[in-house]
């Protein structure tokens, strides 16, 4: 194989626009691609946006030269997007390459970290009658947990003191209901709880709580603007690990040693990247927990649990009422969450014995799967 640029053109648009770095191609697009006779370009993306910027900064990406041979059908073009759940990008493929820059689909092999079903990419296609693009499913991000692996976790028999850990950076709507829905039910001293009034994208707390009447009402309604006040003015910021008002440095970050943080909690509350896309996603938010030997709660697209089990994996359902996995609306089904974790909240001394020697099989299960399981690859 020839890959036409030494190394991947990465995109990313946010509040200040469209950045472009260099950074080294993936292991796995080389492994992958390196027995075809193909030349490829690749680009990686952050979302369906950074496909736009593609297009309007396509000579300094590719040259004149290099698009025309995308366009020629010469190069294929890989558009790696695989650390990202799919927000609409085939969408957009199909709308600006295929169908304005006469792109063959068969030249374009996008990759994401969706689980996709295979019908999305067909009826896309057809809509816009042609082919289908090549569309493969890769799970980087448990590879990249894997990874993390140092040495075997260890499952302690002490009882912790706090019931459950939730981690927080990116202030997504659902994450700033959950935080607002535990302080409002008196959660917010049972768990280590991370939470910042601004996070890295420059969201805003408060800001974003108001954007729930629309996105969240019934959540919403719930909210009493004293509440917020006094959340965001007196309690925020949280912190799990260090004092520092500091969105860098107070939280830990995906490289930073958290097992420590598992072992002092009961159980782990995970709000995965999102929730409403038509396709399954799982970040390390949700294999951290597996490669720590800690149950879970998940909240994520509805039937995400099932999803894992299909993998075969291992859910706490003789622990935890997981039936809010089969809720579909997505407001029910973290309110539900939150009374269930209120239960979970007020477990006895010896209930929570029980719970921590009824989970050990299944986490001890989950984890020698998990570190064992090399299938990040889907192709559909």
Same mark, same amino acid.
């Given at each position: 194989?020839?890959?036409?640029?030494?190394?991947?053109?990465?995109?990313?648009?946010?509040?200040?626009?469209?950045?472009?770095?260099?950074?080294?191609?993936?292991?796995?697009?080389?492994?992958?691609?390196?027995?075809?006779?193909?030349?490829?370009?690749?680009?990686?993306?952050?979302?369906?946006?950074?496909?736009?910027?593609?297009?309007?900064?396509?000579?300094?990406?590719?040259?004149?030269?290099?698009?025309?041979?995308?366009?020629?059908?010469?190069?294929?073009?890989?558009?790696?997007?695989?650390?990202?759940?799919?927000?609409?990008?085939?969408? *957009?493929?199909?709308?600006?390459?295929?169908? $304005?820059?006469?792109?063959?689909?068969?030249?374009?092999?996008?990759?994401?970290?969706?689980? $996709?079903?295979?019908?999305?990419?067909?009826?896309?296609?057809?809509?816009?009658?042609?082919?289908?693009?090549?569309?493969?499913?890769?799970?980087?991000?448990?590879?990249?947990?894997?990874?993390?692996?140092?040495?075997?976790?260890?499952?302690?028999?002490?009882?912790?003191?706090?019931?459950?850990?939730?981690?927080?950076?990116?202030?997504?709507? #659902?994450?700033?209901?959950?935080?607002?829905?535990?302080?409002?039910?008196?959660?917010?001293?049972?768990?280590?709880?991370?939470?910042?009034?601004?996070?890295?994208?420059?969201?805003?707390?408060?800001?974003?709580?108001?954007?729930?009447? #629309?996105?969240?009402?019934?959540?919403?309604?719930?909210?009493?603007? *004293?509440?917020?006040?006094?959340?965001?003015?007196?309690?925020?910021?949280?912190?799990?690990?260090?004092?520092?008002?500091?969105?860098?440095?107070?939280?830990?970050?995906?490289?930073?040693? *958290?097992?420590?943080?598992?072992?002092? *909690?009961?159980?782990?509350?995970?709000?995965?990247?999102?929730?409403?896309?038509?396709?399954?996603?799982?970040?390390?938010?949700?294999?951290?927990?597996?490669?720590?030997? #800690?149950?879970?709660?998940?909240?994520?697209?509805?039937?995400?649990?099932?999803?894992?089990?299909?993998?075969?994996?291992?859910?706490?359902?003789?622990?935890?009422?997981?039936?809010?996995?089969?809720?579909?609306? #997505?407001?029910?089904?973290?309110?539900?969450?939150?009374?269930?974790?209120?239960?979970?909240?007020?477990?006895?001394?010896?209930?929570?014995?029980?719970?921590?020697?009824?989970?050990?099989?299944?986490?001890?299960?989950?984890? $020698?799967?998990?570190?064992?399981?090399?299938?990040?690859?889907?192709?559909?």
């Amino acid at each position: 194989m020839t890959i036409l640029s030494e190394k991947i053109h990465y995109l990313s648009v946010n509040n200040n626009g469209l950045r472009i770095e260099l950074r080294s191609l993936k292991s796995f697009i080389l492994n992958k691609f390196d027995k075809k006779s193909e030349n490829y370009y690749v680009v990686e993306i952050g979302n369906k946006a950074s496909i736009i910027y593609l297009i309007e900064n396509k000579s300094l990406l590719f040259g004149l030269d290099g698009w025309e041979s995308i366009k020629s059908g010469y190069a294929n073009l890989i558009i790696d997007c695989c650390m990202e759940p799919d927000d609409g990008s085939i969408e *957009t493929i199909y709308k600006i390459l295929v169908s $304005q820059e006469k792109i063959s689909p068969s030249n374009i092999i996008f990759i994401t970290g969706s689980i $996709q079903k295979d019908y999305k990419t067909k009826e896309t296609a057809s809509r816009y009658n042609t082919e289908p693009i090549t569309v493969i499913s890769y799970q980087w991000w448990k590879e990249f947990v894997q990874w993390l692996q140092k040495k075997e976790s260890q499952i302690s028999d002490n009882v912790p003191d706090y019931t459950f850990l939730f981690f927080n950076r990116r202030l997504r709507p #659902h994450r700033v209901a959950f935080i607002n829905l535990l302080y409002q039910n008196n959660l917010l001293s049972f768990g280590k709880v991370s939470a910042s009034k601004n996070d890295d994208c420059e969201n805003d707390f408060a800001y974003q709580t108001k954007k729930l009447k #629309h996105a969240w009402p019934k959540i919403y309604s719930q909210i009493p603007s *004293t509440n917020l006040s006094e959340l965001y003015n007196n309690i925020l910021p949280l912190y799990v690990d260090v004092n520092i008002n500091d969105i860098d440095n107070n939280l830990a970050g995906i490289l930073d040693e *958290t097992e420590v943080y598992y072992r002092n *909690t009961l159980l782990s509350v995970v709000m995965e990247t999102c929730q409403n896309y038509d396709d399954w996603f799982f970040s390390e938010k949700t294999w951290k927990p597996i490669l720590y030997k #800690h149950p879970f709660i998940l909240f994520n697209k509805e039937f995400s649990l099932q999803k894992l089990r299909e993998f075969g994996y291992k859910t706490f359902d003789n622990v935890i009422d997981e039936t809010y996995d089969t809720i579909v609306n #997505h407001e029910d089904r973290l309110l539900a969450i939150v009374e269930e974790l209120k239960r979970l909240c007020n477990l006895t001394y010896q209930e929570k014995v029980s719970f921590k020697e009824n989970v050990k099989e299944i986490v001890e299960f989950n984890y $020698q799967k998990f570190i064992r399981d090399k299938n990040f690859c889907i192709e559909v």
